[in-house]
């Protein structure tokens, strides 16, 4: 019994013999190219002079021009007012949404609370940004003014708050930059996969891969329905005349 430790080392040892530099680099030889491949190669994209032009593969949505990719949420015209290439809502006459449908995508968009300060807490510079027509983005001046953490700029409404409070002062140009993913659905209806969605607001993380709840609710919890695989981008009127411009999107 006092010699079967050394001998079922030995044998372990010849059996995983210590292993030198030299006999690492000789296993790491072989052919470099089986482990790459060249095809299909990543489509060419021109990117903008800056983060905030469309690269060459967007679509663009309002070039501070005209409102022909939009609609009337209660009509079929635009009823927001253009001024120095901005659209700006126009309070009590409804949101506006996209004439085409989006589903995974990267959206830019630009936006500007009033200048005049008016009211406090969900009262100043509100809008939204309706993904797919039902997840919103929150759009508020909340630069020195407090409200519900989850529904404040930077949230997904009553679900999830920012990570951080990234606001200009009112009056100033701000910038989203959204990745967002669609929902996906079973054929008999069933969610199969949450939305998730990553916001860059001023150049500040303050949403990532966060995973939706369901669709946006004011009252209640909110839920998932399913929908079409693209659904259009909705503004809010919410009454207040916030600004908007330089909007694109890129399909992914």
């Not at 701000?174 to 069933?190: E, L, M, S, V």
Request: aromatic share 10%.
């Amino acid at each position: 019994m006092t010699h079967t430790k050394p001998l079922l080392l030995a044998a372990l040892a010849a059996l995983h013999p210590p292993t030198t530099t030299a006999q690492v680099i000789d296993r790491a030889k072989g052919d470099p190219k089986l482990s790459e491949y060249w095809e299909p190669a990543a489509p060419v994209v021109t990117p903008g002079k800056t983060p905030q032009d469309a690269p060459s593969d967007a679509i663009i949505l309002f070039d501070g021009r005209d409102f022909s990719q939009w609609q009337g949420a209660r009509r079929p015209d635009v009823p927001w007012t253009l001024k120095d290439g901005a659209m700006v809502v126009k309070g009590g006459s409804g949101g506006i949404r996209t004439k085409r449908g989006f589903g995974d995508c990267q959206l830019h968009i630009e936006f500007r609370t009033p200048a005049e300060v008016k009211g406090d807490g969900q009262g100043r510079g509100n809008s939204g940004i309706y993904l797919m027509d039902r997840y919103e983005l929150q759009v508020l001046d909340n630069y020195n003014n407090k409200t519900y953490v989850n529904g404040q700029a930077g949230s997904i409404y009553k679900q999830l708050p920012p990570l951080v409070n990234a606001c200009r002062p009112p009056g100033e140009w701000q910038t989203y930059d959204i990745i967002f993913t669609a929902p996906r659905f079973h054929d008999d209806g069933r969610l199969r996969s949450q939305a998730r969605i990553t916001v860059i607001h001023n150049g500040v993380l303050v949403q990532h891969d966060a995973a939706l709840w369901g669709g946006t609710e004011y009252v209640g919890a909110p839920v998932y329905k399913k929908h079409g695989d693209k659904e259009p981008i909705f503004l809010q009127d919410h009454g207040n005349p916030t600004a908007f411009r330089n909007i694109w999107v890129r399909e992914l």
